[in-house]
Every structure is written in C-alpha cells, then in structure tokens.
C-alpha cells in the first residue's frame, strides 16, 4: 500500500481527484468504479471541476458504482443512484448509457447480483476503484465475516453500519436492512484501487487495514495483497498509525 497522510480531507479529496483525472487522461475510455457516502464528496467536486474547465472527460468513460440499498426506488432520495447523479453524473459530460449502477428494486437482487458482476466482465473490469472504509472496516457493503466474498452479491447489513448510517434518514428504522454490493473478488479485481478515509472515527479500522493481519473481521486488510492501492488519509484518520 502506498499511504499518504494530508493536513485536510480537502487535500487528500484533491490528490484523490488527480489520480482519476490521471487514468483518464491516460486513457480516456476507462473504467471507474465510484463510492458513496460523504467521503468521497470533496473529490467528486474536483472532478467535476477539472471536467467543467476541459482539462478531462467523461465522453468515452464507463462507471460501476460499488453498492445501492435493496428497496430504495432510484428517485429516492438516500438511494445512490440519486446520490451519484446529485454530486457527480449531472455535472459531468458523460453518456447516462455508461453510468452504471446495482437496482436496489429488482425482483431478485442476487440475479441482479449476477447481471452486474457480468456487466463488470464485459467492461473489462475496473480500471480504478474508489472505497471508502467503514468503522468496522467494511468495503462496499462487505461487512465482517469468516470468509472474503468473491462476486458481487446481496447481503444483511450489520448493525453497526445500519447505526452509521442512520444520519441520512429521519429514523434508524428506515434504514433498508439489505444492500447489493460488489463482491470482495470484484474489489480486488480492479487495476488501481484508490481508498479514501477521514476522521477520528474512521482510525481504528484504518490501522487494522493496514497493519493488521489480512482477516475477513476486517474487510479492507485484503487490501494489503493488491499491487496497486493509493490510501489517502488526513491526521485524523491516520492518528493510531503516528504513534
């Protein structure tokens, strides 16, 4: 892993938008796969700067998105379909046809399961994931566990991540109990793996992703084992590494 600690999310959020300005001016047809939640929201507002000014664009570019909520129609709005059109797609000169992500009201969510990781295949996989890291050191929606997932897959959310959550609604009991998810296999999949995580509150799982043994309780230290992940980190999420 190749850490980096800033003075303020708002550098780290910048760093983390030169790395995607960087694939894609590399190579214009890339594959990204974005997150949610209110990590990523500083670097999706570089991109949309550096997009808007013409330094680089989304024309030829395809998106996965990591995970949505199973029961939230798209139009609602703490679903993440509305959440990525909201803060990144609407402002971006990219084809909605390359937009892609999981429909929390399908019929079946693990045959939409199936559909999507089949998408991701037939895109070639990710080019560079964007993650963020729960408190309990999920990513994506892959909660800890005694195994690592493979494809992408529905799955029961934790309490505690139902906990964390729970902000973004007017009550905790409307938070939906399931979400689909990319599968760890997927994660790791990816060419470039690009994890972002701020605050005090993120610290403990930060320093188990990266110094702690690779461990399933702890989604993200399989990380550990990819050849290419940018962690970006400010002083606060990085606090329990400095001592």
Known sequence: MNVHIFDSKEQASKAGA????????????????FATGSTPLGLYAELVRLNQEG????QEATTFNLDEYVGLEREHKESYHYFMHENLFSFLDIDEERVHVPDGM????E??????????DEAGGIDIQLLGIGI?????????SNVFSQATHAVELTESTIEANARFFNDKSEVPR???????GTIMGAMKIVLVAFG?????????????PVDPQCPASILQL???VTVLLDQEAASLLLE
Do not use: R
């Open 106 to 109: 399908a019929v079946d969510p």
């Open 136 to 144: 309990n050191g999920h990513i994506g929606f892959n909660e800890p």
């Open 55 to 58: 330094i680089i664009s989304f």
């Open 111 to 120: 045959s939409e399961a199936v559909w999507y990781e089949d998408m991701i």
């Open 200 to 212: 005090a509150n993120k610290a403990e799982a930060v320093k188990a992703m990266i110094d702690g």
């Open 178 to 184: 399931q979400a689909l998810t990319m599968g760890i």
């Open 18 to 33: 030169i790395l995607f300005a960087a694939q894609l001016m590399d190579d214009p047809e890339s594959v990204l796969g």
């Open 226 to 228: 990819h050849d290419d």
